[in-house]
């Protein structure tokens, strides 16, 4: 699967379709932004506000995505990297559409994540794949950036008009938009021609590269990431609601923090590529970690707005430099990128599935939910070992 060959890939055709995939990015994050917060309080609620079987519902997505990635990348070998992408979106829509329906049909709750399993098999291994092939090193940190920024700008404002609209009209109009908005944000990615990648790894030598001794660092700094942003995406948002906040008050919280991490962002992009990015992983790591405990001690809604923006900002500035090594450690595998990027599929999510069912342990033996902010602390430090492959 060659990469960054010039006879192939002209400067004209890699700059258009990056715009193309980063346009399509900003219409599909501004249609989760619009629900994304809203998804685990919502089956939060549907459960009883009991917070086992809604970790238990997350932990089997991501472990079963985690799992099988492998066959995700074998199908996009298949059809083609736009194809894949444009054929996750009709899963995503039913699972989406599962949600709403579950008031009235419980026993989908046995369906839909069936539906986001098959969605994410076929999106995130073609859009890692993507963006490691026409993305240049020299500037790979600015355009990680561009990337961030851009998504932060499309979702910065999408929480707030989702609380607003969940306020005003409810879930049904909501879910209606996200589903309009899904829909869009394929055909952009078709202005150009359809390209495919040889994925070659079995299954099994996906999986023996995670027992290999030389590649323990790289395998915690992945599990790491998953762990933090699993808890990040999960837990926070039901510590929100336990607050006592409404829809509208969580929307504008998000949209401000976010919107406060996109300014942050480019800047720390352009710095990723001219400063030494282990250091400005260093940095953000341990603000990162930081963050996380001051969440620990949050109890009003002005305190959860502070400590989210800050979060947002030490966020990028390790997020970022994490991005461009990985990404960096991708191109350099040349024909064998997508199975690096396979690798680090399978062990970011079952770094949540496993901390899910991790935290279910703990708060049935009587841990809080800011408990798990105090996990979320250490493994932000342990990201840092992206920085040494091995």
């Known amino acids: 699967m060659p990469f960054h060959q010039p006879q192939f890939y002209l400067q004209y055709f890699l700059k258009r379709e990056r715009t193309e995939l980063y346009l399509s990015v900003a219409l599909r994050n501004f249609a989760l932004g619009l629900i994304l917060i809203f998804e685990p309080i919502y089956l939060f609620l549907f459960f009883k506000s009991s ?28 059809i083609g990297l736009k194809h894949a992408i444009f054929l996750s979106i009709p899963f995503l829509f039913g699972y989406y559409l599962f949600l709403y329906l579950l008031p009235s049909f419980p026993s989908l709750i046995f369906l839909a994540p069936v539906l986001k399993i098959i969605s994410m098999l076929l999106y995130w291994p073609a859009f890692h794949t993507d963006f490691v092939r026409f993305s240049e090193k020299a500037h790979r940190g600015l355009q990680v950036g561009k990337l961030q920024i851009l998504s932060l700008a499309s979702t910065g404002i999408a929480p707030f008009i989702g609380g607003f609209i969940l306020n005003q009209f409810g879930y049904l109009p909501l879910f209606s938009l996200v589903l309009v908005i899904l829909f869009l944000s394929v055909f952009p990615l078709f202005l150009s021609k359809e390209v495919h990648e040889t994925y070659t790894d079995s299954y099994q030598k996906a999986f023996l590269k995670i027992f290999k001794r030389k590649n323990q660092r790289l395998n915690l700094a992945f599990l790491s990431l998953g762990a933090e942003v699993g808890i990040n995406f999960l837990i926070w948002p039901i510590f929100m609601k336990t607050l006592n906040l409404s829809y509208q008050e969580m929307g504008s919280l998000t949209t401000g923090s976010l919107i406060i991490g996109a300014l942050f962002t480019l800047y720390i992009g352009y710095l990723s590529d001219k400063l030494n990015s282990k250091i400005l992983l260093y940095l953000g790591a341990i603000l990162r970690s930081f963050a996380w405990v001051l969440k620990s001690f949050v109890s009003n809604s002005f305190e959860a707005f502070l400590t989210q923006s800050f979060y947002r900002m030490t966020q990028k500035t390790a997020g970022i430099p994490y991005m461009k090594i990985f990404y960096d450690q991708a191109s350099l595998k040349g024909a064998e990128a997508d199975e690096f990027i396979i690798w680090r599929e399978i062990l970011h999510n079952l770094g949540r599935a496993l901390t899910f069912l991790l935290l279910i342990l703990l708060f049935k033996a009587g841990f809080n939910l800011s408990f798990s902010f105090i996990l979320a602390a250490f493994f932000a430090l342990l990201i840092v070992f992206v920085a040494y492959p091995g």
């Open 51 to 78: 917070l086992i079987p809604t970790l238990f519902f997350f932990a089997f997505i991501y472990g079963a995505y985690g799992l099988l990635s492998p066959f995700g990348a074998k199908i996009m070998s298949k």
